[in-house]
C-alpha cells in the first residue's frame, strides 16, 4: 500500500474542465435544482429524469458514496473492490457482502468517516447534518478536536463556507430530520472551497 493525496480543488477543476465547463459554473445563486443537476453532471450524485428524491433522508451508507464521489475515487474503489470490502470489515455491524461496503472501507482508510464507541459504523440509519458536515470537513482537510469539535461543528461549517445561514453561527443541537437537498447545498458549496490540507487517500500498488 503506497500513500497519495487528492486534492479536491484540483479535481474539481479538472472535471470542471473535461465537461467543457469553467468555475463560472458554479453561481452561488443557483436554485436547488440547478444544484442537484451539477452534481449530476459531475458524477456525484445520480437521480431518474431530474429526480434526485431531494426530499428524502440521507444514510450513512449513501454519505460515504458521496464521499467517495467528490473525491474522485469512484472508480479507484471499484476497481479495489475486495480491498475496500476487507477495510469495511473494521465496522462489525457492516456486511461486507453489500454494495456500500467498498465506499466505507474506502472513507475507513482515508479517515473520513469513523464508528460510534461501540465500534459500529450503523450504515443503514439516516445521517445527521453534523455527521454529513463532519465528513465533508474530513475531505477538505479539518481534522475534528483539532480544527474544531462536535459542539462547535455548525459554527466551523459557517467559517469555511459549507453553510451560509447566519444560524448556524451560535446552533449546536444536531439536525436529525437531514434531507437529502441539504446534501446537495453542502457538497455544491464544498466544491468552490479550497481544502486546508487534501485527505489521505488509498491507493493500491
Given at each position: 500500500?503506497?500513500?497519495?493525496?487528492?486534492?479536491?480543488?484540483?479535481?474539481?477543476?479538472s472535471l470542471l474542465i473535461s465537461f467543457g465547463l469553467s468555475s463560472y459554473a458554479l453561481p452561488a445563486s443557483s436554485s436547488l435544482q440547478e444544484k442537484a443537476d451539477f452534481l449530476n453532471t459531475l458524477k456525484i450524485l445520480e437521480g431518474t429524469n431530474g429526480d434526485y428524491r431531494l426530499n428524502e433522508k440521507l444514510t450513512r451508507a449513501e454519505a460515504a458514496t458521496f464521499a467517495v464521489r467528490i473525491l474522485g475515487q469512484y472508480f479507484h474503489v471499484l476497481l479495489n473492490d475486495s480491498t475496500y470490502r476487507k477495510a469495511a470489515a473494521?465496522?462489525?455491524?457492516v456486511d461486507t457482502n453489500l454494495w456500500y461496503a467498498p465506499y466505507v472501507g474506502y472513507c475507513a482508510q482515508a479517515g473520513i468517516l469513523s464508528g460510534?464507541?461501540?465500534?459500529?459504523?450503523?450504515?443503514?440509519?439516516?445521517?445527521?447534518?453534523?455527521?454529513?458536515?463532519k465528513i465533508i470537513l474530513s475531505i477538505l482537510g479539518y481534522e475534528i478536536n483539532t480544527d474544531y469539535t462536535w459542539n462547535n461543528i455548525y459554527k466551523k461549517a459557517f467559517e469555511v463556507g459549507l453553510v451560509t445561514d447566519l444560524s448556524?453561527?451560535?446552533?449546536?443541537?444536531?439536525?436529525?430530520?437531514?434531507?437529502?437537498?441539504?446534501a446537495v447545498n453542502i457538497m455544491y458549496n464544498a466544491l468552490m472551497l479550497k481544502e486546508k490540507r487534501p485527505v489521505r487517500s488509498c491507493f493500491t500498488s
Open positions: 500500500m503506497r500513500g497519495r493525496t487528492v486534492a479536491v480543488t484540483f479535481l474539481i477543476m473494521v465496522f462489525p455491524d460510534d464507541t461501540s465500534g459500529n459504523y450503523k450504515p443503514n440509519d439516516y445521517i445527521t447534518e453534523k455527521s454529513f458536515l448556524y453561527i451560535s446552533k449546536e443541537d444536531d439536525n436529525t430530520d437531514f434531507r437529502r437537498s441539504g
